[in-house]
């Protein structure tokens, strides 16, 4: 699986970002897929993860409420809407799938995207 990530953009503080992430292949409605973010200078961070069929949903609690996990298999694409956006939020967001969501759910995904910035401004 092949994954390509964008959305990623300036936005001042309390503002809105959708990010979407596309799949190559055939089996992507096989994977639970997820998205990570790095802040300069920090690890990597778990934020937001949803299983196969879209049913199941995960969120890191820093942004539980203010962040959307959403998939559409027949599209081959995975979204992050990101609203009351805050200068915290601010680093390099990665998709990633695996076909076991706690394998994903730990950082350890098979497949990642290339990243997207997303940067909030105080």
């Known amino acids: 699986v092949q994954l390509q990530a964008s959305g990623g953009g300036l936005v001042q503080a309390g503002g809105s970002l959708r990010l979407s992430c596309v799949g190559s292949?055939?089996?992507?409605?096989?994977?639970?897929m997820g998205w990570f973010r790095q802040a300069p200078g920090k690890e990597l961070d778990f934020v937001a993860l949803?299983?196969?069929?879209?049913?199941?949903?995960d969120y890191a609690d820093s942004v539980k409420g203010r962040f959307t996990v959403s998939r559409d298999n027949a599209k081959n694409t995975v979204s992050l809407q990101m609203n009351s956006l805050k200068p915290e939020d601010t680093a390099v967001y990665y998709c990633?799938?695996?076909?076991?969501?706690?394998?994903?759910?730990?950082?350890?995904?098979?497949?990642w995207g290339q990243g997207t910035l997303v940067t909030v401004s105080s």
């Open positions: 990633a799938a695996d076909r076991a969501s706690r394998t994903l759910r730990n950082g350890s995904g098979a497949y």
């Open positions: 292949g055939q089996t992507f409605s096989s994977y639970a």
């Open positions: 949803v299983g196969w069929s879209g049913a199941n949903k």
